[in-house]
C-alpha cells in the first residue's frame, strides 16, 4: 500500500498518534518492523516508484519523463514475480500501468494531474477493495493511493484535510491487515503488508527537491512471520528507499533486480534460522558484487568487495562446521561473526555503488560544451555590427565553409571522434549517434570556428583602421548602462552559487529596485537640472556593451534620420509633459516600486524560506474565499481597463466576454465564488467556460494576426500593424489569466500596470534607445517570473494549468499550457517589448537591435551556466540545485528562440513598410 507524499511524521509523530490509531498500535506493539525510508531527489513519483522497484537511482531526465512515462525495462521486481508467475493486482496510479504494461492480471489507473481532486481519486481505489480481498486468486496486490498527495499540493501539510484523509487511510490499512490476518488462519501462511510513501511533502505542500520532509517516507512492514514487540518501541531506523527492492525480492522468493543498488532491510529476516539468514545475506552481497564488477574496473581494490570475499570465506567455514554438527555454540558464535561481516560488506557495497551510479558522458559533455562556447563568441563578436544603426547580423558561415581552415577542421574532429569513440568502453550518447548525425555536428563545430576566427580578424583590422578616429566626445556611458552592465555581471557570477540559485527571485527583485532607483534618478536630474544636463545622447547603440570600437558611434549618429519618429518630438525630453504629467513622471519610479514590493509578500518563493506565510497562502485558504472572489473580481476589471486601449472593437468585446469566462471558470471548479452562491456545492472540471475562453484567445489572437498580414500584402498601414501586435499581445493576457491562479491574478494587473506607467512616463519621454529598454524588459520578465511563485525548483511547476479546459492528458497541449503559465512573466515582457518597439519607433533597426540584445542577454547567463554546471558535475547539490536550474534554462532558451522568431518576422514587416 502506497500513500503518495506520505511524510515520516504523518506516521511516526503526533499526526499519526492522532489520525491513524491502528497503524501507530502496529508500529509499537504489532507485528511488525518500521523505518524511515530516504528518498533520493528528484522527489518526484515516476522515479521514486522505479526506486522503490528497481533498486536502482534513476537519473534526473526521469522528472522529464514523469508526465509521461515509458514502459520499465529495468530489471524490476514485478518483473521477476510475472516470469515466476505471480498474479499481481494493481489499482492506482496510472503511472504504474504505465511502466508495468501486462504485468497486471487486473488493474484499474487513476491520473494523477487533476490536482483538485483528493476524493475520488481514492475512492476509485478503495471500491475495488472489499471484492478483491474476498477472492483468493492474486499473490501481490499493489494500491496508489494519491488522494494525500493532492491535497498537499491544493492546501499544504498543515490543512485540516489531511487528518482526514489520514484517518481514511489508517481505516483502510486496518481493513486490508484484518482481511489478511483471517485468511493466514485458513491458509496457515504468512502474508507480508508493506506501507510506504513514495516522497513526503515540503512545508509548501509540494515535492521535488531535497529538504528533510521531502526525503523522509515512512516504510513499514506488517508480517505475522515477525516477532510481537515485547512493548512501546518508537525510534524507527533510517534506511534508503531502494532497500526495498531487494527485501521485497527476497521476501518472495525472487532474484534481486540486477541493478539494484539497496541492502536487504536485516529486521525481516531476523527471525529466520541463521543457515537462511546468512543464504539471504549471501544472494545479496553477490547481486551487489556483481553489479561492483560491472561498474568499478578497479572493484578488487574496493574495500567493499574485500569484505564480501572475507565474510564469503567465513560463511564457507560455517557450513563445514554446520555440515559436521559441531557444538551449537561454536556454530552461534561464528555464525553471528559471519553475519555481522556479510552486513559491513553489504553496507559498503551499498554505499560505494550510489556513489559510482552517477556516470558521464565527458565526451558528450564536451562536445557540447564547445558549441554553446563558439556561438556565445559569435555573439559578443558581432556586438558591434548588430547594434549599428544599419542593425545588420551577417554570420559568415559560407564563405568559411570552403576554406582550408574548415576542412582541416573537420578531419581533425572527425579523427578524434573515431579514436573516441572506438577506445571509449562504456556507452557514450554522442557515439551512439549514426555518422550523419555525428559528422553533421562535426561540420556545424568547425563552421563555428571558422566564422569564429574570421569575425576575429575583421574585428582585428577594422580597428587598426578606425582607431585613428577619436573617440566621439559623446561616447560615455550614462549611469543606467553601468547598472546594467554590472547588474547582468552580477547575476552571471551569482549562478556559480548554490545558494543564489536557490534563492534567485532575491537577485533579480534586487536588480528591479536598484533599476527603478537609478530611473528616479535620471528623472530627477531631468526634472530639476533641465536640458544642460540632459545624459541622453542620440544614438541609439552599442552603449551598455561598449568596448567596441568607438568609431562605429559615429557612423550612428550619422544614421540618427533613419529615425524621423523619435526626431520629430521635441528635443527636450521631460518638458514636453504637461504640469501633472511631470509630477506623475517623478512619482512613478516610487509607483513601480511600491507594486513590486506587494508583489513580493503575494509569493514567498526560493527554497529556504518558502514556507513563511505569505498573502497568497491567506488567499487561498477557504476561510478567505470572498476576499478572494472580491480581488480575482476587482483584477479582471482592471485588466481590462488596462488592455482594451489598443484594441480594435471587437476583440475589446471578445476580451471583456472571455474575462467574464474566466471568472465563471474559476467559479465552476470552486476557487471563487458569484455573489448569489453561498458555498460551492457542485463542483465541475469547468470545461466548458475554460473552452469557451479559449475561444475567444484564439479569436483575439487570430484577429491581430490577420491584421498584421492586413498590414503587410495590403498596404503600408501603420496603425493596422500596431492593432494586430497589440491584439495579440492582449490574447496571450487573456490566456495569462485563464491559466493563473487567482491570487495570482494580481501579479497580472501589476504587470500591466507597471508597463502602462513605464511606457508613458519613462521610455517615451525620456527617450532610452532600443538596447536599454530590452535589457528593462528583460529584468522585468525575469522578476515576473518569481513574482508568479516560480523558483528554480521543480517543485513549484503548477501542472493543474496543463488541464485546463482538457478532458484528459493530452501531450501537446497539457505541456503547451504549463509551460506558458510557467513562464508567463518573461513571455509577456517580450511581447509587450515587440508591441511597443514597433508602435513607438518607425525605424526598422529598433526591433533588430531589440532582438539581438534579447538573444545576447539571454544566452550570456545560460552558456555561462551550462558551462558551469559541466565543470561542477560532482558538486553536492548537483541534482538537487543545479540541475533543475538547468532545465528551467533549456525551457528559457527554447522560449527565447521562439520569441526571436517573432521578432525577426516583425523585423521583416517592418523593414517592408
Ligand atoms: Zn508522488
Ligand atoms: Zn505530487
Redesign the pocket.
Known amino acids: 500500500m502506497l500513500i503518495?507524499?506520505l511524510r515520516d511524521d504523518f506516521v511516526f509523530g503526533s499526526k499519526g498518534v492522532k489520525f491513524m490509531p491502528y497503524t501507530t498500535y502496529l508500529v509499537e506493539k504489532g507485528a511488525s518492523h518500521s523505518f524511515v525510508a530516504e528518498a533520493k531527489p528528484p522527489?518526484?513519483?515516476?522515479p521514486?516508484?522505479k526506486a522503490l522497484m528497481t533498486g536502482s537511482l534513476p537519473g534526473f531526465i526521469d522528472v522529464v519523463r514523469n508526465l509521461n512515462s515509458p514502459a520499465l525495462l529495468e530489471d524490476n521486481v514485478i518483473t521477476q514475480a510475472k516470469a515466476a508467475g505471480k498474479r499481481m493486482i494493481f489499482y492506482g496510479?496510472e503511472t504504474w500501468v504505465k511502466l508495468f504494461p501486462q504485468h497486471f492480471v487486473e488493474y484499474d489507473g487513476t491520473t494523477?494531474f487533476f490536482v483538485s481532486d483528493y476524493t475520488e481519486v481514492d475512492d476509485n481505489v478503495t471500491r475495488h477493495l472489499d471484492k478483491v480481498l474476498k477472492r483468493g486468486d492474486w499473490d501481490v496486490l499493489i494500491l496508489h493511493y494519491?488522494g494525500l498527495?493532492h491535497i498537499g499540493h491544493i492546501s499544504g501539510p498543515s490543512s485540516p484535510l489531511i487528518g482526514h484523509k489520514l484517518s481514511e487511510m489508517d481505516n483502510i490499512l486496518m481493513k486490508i491487515h484484518t482481511s489478511l490476518l483471517s485468511e493466514e488462519r485458513e491458509n496457515l501462511s504468512p502474508n507480508l503488508l508493506v506501507l510506504c510513501?513514495?516522497?513526503g511533502m515540503s512545508e509548501t505542500g509540494s515535492?521535488g527537491a531535497s529538504s528533510m520532509e521531502e526525503v523522509n517516507t515512512p516504510l513499514i512492514l506488517i508480517s505475522s512471520a515477525f516477532e510481537r514487540k515485547p512493548g512501546d518501541i518508537r525510534h524507527p531506523k533510517h534506511v534508503q528507499q531502494t532497500d526495498l527492492a531487494a527485501t521485497l525480492a527476497i521476501g518472495l522468493g525472487l532474484p534481486i533486480p540486477e541493478n539494484s543498488v539497496g541492502s536487504l532491510l536485516f529486521p525481516s529476516i531476523e527471525g529466520r534460522p541463521v543457515r537462511e539468514q546468512l543464504r539471504f545475506l549471501h544472494l545479496n552481497a553477490v547481486q551487489l558484487s556483481k553489479l561492483l564488477q560491472e561498474n568499478v574496473p578497479s572493484y578488487k581494490k574496493e574495500p567493499g568487495f574485500e569484505q564480501f570475499k572475507m565474510a564469503e570465506r567465513l560463511h564457507g567455514n560455517w557450513i563445514r562446521l554446520y555440515l559436521e554438527e559441531s557444538t551449537s555454540e561454536v556454530l552461534f558464535n561464528l555464525g553471528t561473526k559471519v553475519r555481522r561481516q556479510y552486513l559491513d560488506a553489504l553496507r559498503t557495497l551499498s554505499l560505494s555503488l550510489s556513489r559510482q551510479v552517477a556516470q558521464y558522458d565527458i565526451y558528450s559533455m564536451l562536445v557540447g560544451t564547445v558549441m554553446v562556447l563558439e556561438v556565445l563568441t559569435l555573439l559578443l563578436l558581432s556586438i558591434p555590427q548588430a547594434l549599428s544603426s544599419k542593425a545588420e547580423l551577417e554570420v559568415p558561415l559560407w564563405s568559411p565553409v570552403f576554406s582550408l581552415l574548415f576542412y582541416l577542421m573537420f578531419l581533425v574532429l572527425s579523427a578524434l571522434h573515431v579514436i573516441v569513440c572506438t577506445s571509449a568502453e562504456s556507452s557514450c550518447y554522442f557515439c551512439g549517434l549514426s555518422w550523419l548525425m555525428a559528422g553533421g555536428v562535426m561540420v556545424l563545430i568547425s563552421a563555428l570556428l571558422c566564422a569564429v576566427v574570421s569575425a576575429l580578424a575583421k574585428m582585428f583590422a577594422s580597428g587598426k583602421l578606425l582607431s585613428k578616429n577619436p573617440a566621439h566626445p559623446n561616447s560615455r556611458w550614462s549611469e543606467l548602462d553601468v547598472v546594467i552592465l554590472l547588474g547582468t555581471m552580477g547575476h552571471v557570477l551569482s549562478l556559480g552559487a548554490s545558494s543564489f540559485i536557490e534563492e534567485e527571485h532575491q537577485t533579480w527583485y534586487f536588480l528591479v529596485n536598484t533599476l527603478c532607483l537609478a530611473l528616479c534618478h535620471e528623472i530627477y536630474r531631468n526634472c530639476f537640472l533641465g536640458n544642460d544636463c540632459e545624459p541622453r545622447r542620440c544614438s541609439h547603440g552599442e552603449r551598455g556593451f561598449v568596448n567596441t570600437a568607438p568609431a562605429l558611434q559615429d557612423r550612428s549618429i550619422g544614421h540618427d534620420e533613419l529615425e524621423p519618429h523619435r526626431v520629430s518630438k521635441s528635443p527636450t525630453s521631460l518638458n514636453t509633459l504637461r504640469g501633472w504629467e511631470k509630477w506623475m513622471a517623478m512619482a512613478s519610479p516610487w509607483v513601480i516600486l511600491t507594486c513590486c514590493r506587494l508583489l513580493r509578500s503575494l509569493n514567498q518563493t526560493g527554497v529556504q524560506w518558502a514556507h513563511r506565510p505569505d498573502l497568497g497562502h491567506w488567499l487561498t485558504s477557504s476561510d478567505h474565499k470572498a476576499e478572494l472572489s472580491v480581488l480575482a473580481a476587482l483584477s479582471l476589471i482592471m485588466i481590462f481597463a488596462l488592455v482594451q486601449r489598443r484594441c480594435s472593437l471587437t476583440s475589446k468585446v471578445a476580451m471583456a466576454l472571455g474575462l467574464l469566462g474566466v471568472y465563471c471558470y474559476r467559479a465552476a471548479i470552486g476557487n471563487v465564488l458569484f455573489p448569489w452562491q453561498r458555498d460551492s456545492k457542485d463542483i465541475s472540471k469547468g470545461l466548458i467556460e475554460a473552452r469557451f475562453v479559449h475561444v475567444f484567445v484564439l479569436g483575439i489572437l487570430f484577429t491581430g494576426t490577420k491584421d498584421l498580414l492586413k498590414s503587410q500584402v495590403i498596404a503600408a498601414d501603420f496603425t493596422i500593424k500596431t492593432v494586430g501586435l497589440w491584439e495579440i499581445y492582449s490574447g496571450l493576457v487573456l490566456l495569462a489569466a485563464l491559466l493563473f491562479r487567482p491570487h495570482n491574478l494580481p501579479v497580472l494587473v501589476f504587470s500591466l500596470l507597471i508597463q502602462t506607467i513605464m511606457t508613458k512616463f519613462i521610455w517615451k519621454p525620456l527617450r532610452h534607445d532600443a538596447a536599454e529598454i530590452t535589457v528593462m524588459h528583460y529584468w522585468f520578465g525575469q522578476a515576473f517570473f518569481y513574482f508568479q511563485g516560480n523558483s528554480n525548483n521543480i517543485a513549484t511547476v503548477d501542472i493543474s494549468a496543463g488541464f485546463v479546459g482538457l478532458d484528459t492528458y493530452v501531450e501537446v497541449p497539457a505541456v503547451f499550457l504549463t509551460a506558458f503559465a510557467t513562464f508567463a512573466g518573461p513571455v509577456l515582457w517580450a511581447s509587450h517589448l515587440v508591441s511597443f518597439l514597433s508602435s513607438e519607433t518607425s525605424s526598422g533597426s529598433a526591433l533588430s537591435h531589440a532582438c539581438f540584445c534579447y538573444a545576447l542577454i539571454c544566452s550570456f547567463p545560460v552558456s555561462a551556466y551550462i558551462i558551469l554546471v559541466t565543470s561542477l558535475r560532482y558538486h553536492l547539490f548537483i541534482w538537487s540545485v543545479f540541475s533543475p536550474k538547468l532545465l528551467y534554462e533549456g525551457m528559457h532558451i527554447l522560449i527565447t528562440a521562439a520569441i526571436c522568431v517573432f521578432f525577426t518576422a516583425m523585423d521583416q514587416t517592418n523593414t517592408k513598410s
Open positions: 503518495d507524499a522527489t518526484v513519483t515516476m521514486r516508484i496510479d494523477s494519491l498527495d510513501g513514495d516522497h515535492h
